[in-house]
């Protein structure tokens, strides 16, 4: 995957493929610095149709006053206010919901994210046919205990779900609409939208980034974040690999441990059969118990596969459609109109 070092020039996006960029940004207690990233966002895009979509995440300082102050002011700007503090996953989905334009762009508000960066992500994304392009803050002006953990994580995300950018976590990122329209995030899962695009069939990139000291403020998040991160990746590669076919997880398990029991069970039977006792061996209970284990896991996936069908016509469709030629109704929705 090609990198470019960041460009100190601006270019121009081409009219041809691009309406204009929805800038998400969400927000929480940022008062020393939204004033200052808005000003960088407006001036970086003032060559480009743009909106700015700014989520207040529930901040308690001043700076959903200041933000209503911008919107009072700037046509541009669209404000969404949450109650309290909901997490950057539902700002970052309530900011996904109210985009209008074909391309789309996310970034922090703390001063740390370039906003310069983002046409050039746009021209890697249009130039190279991809659905979002993460930026990777490849010299990452963080203290070095941040910088530390977030390798690692970056490192095992890479690995697990197979997608090979080397920045999750990354808040600049540029995306084409049905990107957005079709990832759902809850919880935690800002973290891993570029996992959650590929699992969806997208092409994802990344390019080099430039990343700049925090502009005020202080960082919201901690060493726990890391923790919480674990349990979302597990959840992800779970939901992207297994979520319409868990019995192939759970299956899979239960026949290994069901196995391991039987040959286990079949050396004591050998045992036994030439007169040697095998009631009072530890080895007897380690291999009953990997057979029920085993067949507690397949019963498991039965179960979990019975659901996955059931929930199947009222969910969302397992796939995500590039392109329809002729788009004719099928014998079944036919049979379903009638109806």
């Not at 959903?64 to 950057?88: C, H, M």
């Not at 036994?272 to 380690?286: H, M, V």
């Not at 085993?294 to 659901?307: D, H, N, P, T």
């Amino acid at each position: 995957m090609r990198q470019d070092a960041p460009e100190t020039q601006t270019p121009v996006l081409s009219r041809d493929v691009f309406d204009g960029v929805s800038v998400v940004v969400p927000v929480f207690n940022e008062q020393d610095c939204i004033a200052r990233t808005h000003a960088e966002i407006r001036e970086a895009l003032q060559d480009v149709p743009h909106e700015v979509i700014y989520v207040d995440d529930g901040s308690t300082d001043a700076t959903g006053a200041t933000l209503e102050e911008i919107s009072a002011r700037d046509p541009a700007v669209r404000l969404v206010r949450f109650r309290r503090n909901f997490g950057k996953s539902a700002a970052l989905a309530a900011g996904f919901e109210r985009v209008r334009y074909g391309a789309v762009a996310t970034m922090d508000a703390d001063l740390q994210d370039d906003p310069r960066e983002i046409t050039r992500l746009l021209n890697r994304m249009f130039e190279e046919d991809l659905d979002l392009v993460s930026g990777w803050k490849k010299h990452r002006k963080d203290p070095l205990e941040k910088r530390l953990p977030s390798k690692l994580f970056n490192k095992t995300t890479q690995i697990l779900t197979g997608v090979e950018i080397h920045d999750f976590n990354c808040g600049l990122k540029v995306y084409r609409q049905e990107v957005v329209r079709e990832v759902t995030l809850y919880g935690e899962l800002h973290r891993y939208i570029p996992a959650l695009a590929h699992y969806r069939g997208f092409r994802v990139g990344e390019a080099i980034v430039n990343h700049r000291p925090r502009g005020g403020g202080s960082s919201k998040f901690g060493l726990e974040r890391y923790v919480r991160g674990m349990f979302d990746l597990i959840s992800i590669v779970f939901i992207g690999l297994y979520q319409r076919r868990p019995l192939h997880l759970f299956g899979g398990i239960g026949m290994a441990f069901s196995t391991l029991g039987f040959v286990i069970c079949a050396y004591l039977s050998v045992l036994w059969f030439t007169g040697q006792g095998i009631g009072d061996r530890p080895l007897l209970i380690l291999g009953v118990l990997l057979i029920i284990v085993g067949v507690q896991s397949v019963s498991l996936g039965l179960i979990a596969e019975l659901i996955t069908r059931t929930s199947y016509a009222t969910s969302d469709p397992p796939y995500s459609i590039l392109r329809e030629s002729r788009p004719e109704s099928s014998p079944m929705e036919e049979d379903r109109s009638q109806r």
